[in-house]
Every structure is written in C-alpha cells, then in structure tokens.
C-alpha cells in the first residue's frame, strides 16, 4: 500500500509543472478576453444644447488675412453654444467691411451668428444699412436700408434675404414686399408677395 502511495505521489509530482502551467495559461486567456482593450472606442458624453459660455457687454473683432479689419459684433449679452457653434446675442449690433473698406452694418433685438460672424440672422426690428459707396463705373451708388421683423445677412457676400415683410429705402425710393433677396454684387433684388413702390423723381 506505501508503494502505491509513493507511486501515486511521484506521479503527481512529475505532472504538477504541465497541470499548473495549463491552469495558468487558461486563466490568463479568461483575463484577456475579459479585458476591455486599453485603446478600444471611447464612449463620448451626448453634446447638449448648453452654453459653454457667456459674455455681457462685450465687442469681439475678426480681421482677414492682411490684419483689415473684417466684422465687428458688439452686443448686451451672448451664449455661445458648441453643439451647433453659434454665437446667440442679445442687442445685437454688427459692421462688417468689404475689401474697399465700404461698410455694413446690421442691428436687431436678437441675433444668431456663426463663429466667424460672416452670417448674421437677425429678429427682432431688424436693420440692415449698407452705406452709399461709388461703383466701379464711377457711379454713386445710394445708401438702402433693409428693416423686417426677420433679415438674414452673408456679410462676405454681400446679401440680405428675408421671408418675411420687408421695408427697403434706396436713397429716396421706398419699396415693401413679403418676401426679399438682394445681392449687392450683383446689384440685383428680387422681391415677391405683394409688391409696391414709391419713386422720387430725379431733379435736373
């Protein structure tokens, strides 16, 4: 009976290394498979429509590339908010500058801009003024004015469009409309809806 024992022991003894190194390789196998992977996706936090910031009583400029100033927009209050990356003002007050220097300026009780202030939507006794300036023909072109409930201004581009009841003064010319788009490149508008006009006419 000792002899079968001592059998026994040896033969456990001589297979306990490769039983033990079995073990161990399966556990390590278990851990790996259970183991998220260090780089693996990262599970990134909903973006809310918060505000990451507010300003009151601020100015913020943008200039172009040769250090000109671009746009200027002031106003009494803002939320800028990073889902949709806009700029939401209160007071809203806006110039912008074309290459030569022309000015634009934009006003209304509230305004919705993009990062770089070159779209403007305003609400609220919207004002849109474009200086009079001279065009490339020499011709003097009047100052107009825009005024609606609802502007929506590309500074770069120079244009204004509404879908709402527009006013529009050009020097001593009035015009209304329901609906507006203007190009002032192209010095084309397009006004639809209920159309009316009112011309002064020119004194010799």
Same mark, same amino acid.
């Given at each position: 009976m000792t002899g079968l024992l001592r059998d026994a022991w040896e033969r456990f003894l001589l297979y306990f290394p490769l039983v033990s190194m079995g073990l161990l390789a399966l556990g390590t196998y278990w851990l790996?498979?259970?183991?998220?992977?260090?780089?693996?996706? @990262? /599970?990134?936090?909903?973006?809310? !429509?918060? =505000? %990451?910031?507010?300003?009151?009583?601020?100015?913020?400029?943008?200039?172009?590339?040769?250090?000109?100033?671009?746009?200027? @927009? /002031?106003?009494?209050?803002?939320? !800028?908010? =990073? %889902?949709?990356?806009?700029?939401?003002?209160?007071?809203?007050?806006v110039r912008g500058f074309d290459e030569l220097g022309r000015t634009t300026t934009a006003t209304a009780e509230h305004g919705l801009t993009n990062e770089d202030a070159t779209e403007v939507q305003l609400l609220g006794k919207a004002v849109v003024v474009r200086e009079a300036m001279t065009g490339t023909d020499g011709k003097v072109v009047p100052r107009m004015e825009f005024r609606a409930e609802f502007l929506h201004a590309f500074m770069n581009t120079e244009r204004v469009q509404t879908h709402k009841p527009v006013e529009i003064v050009r020097g001593k010319d009035r015009f209304t409309a329901d609906r507006m788009q203007f190009d002032n490149v192209e010095q084309v508008m397009q006004l639809s809806g209920r159309v009316r006009g009112t011309f002064t006419p020119v004194q010799n």
């Open positions: 790996v498979r259970s183991t998220p992977p260090a780089n693996g996706p @990262v /599970v990134q936090r909903a973006m809310t !429509h918060e =505000p %990451d910031y507010v300003m009151h009583a601020f100015s913020v400029k943008t200039f172009d590339a040769a250090g000109r100033l671009k746009t200027e @927009v /002031v106003g009494g209050s803002a939320r !800028h908010y =990073p %889902d949709t990356k806009r700029l939401e003002i209160d007071n809203i007050r």
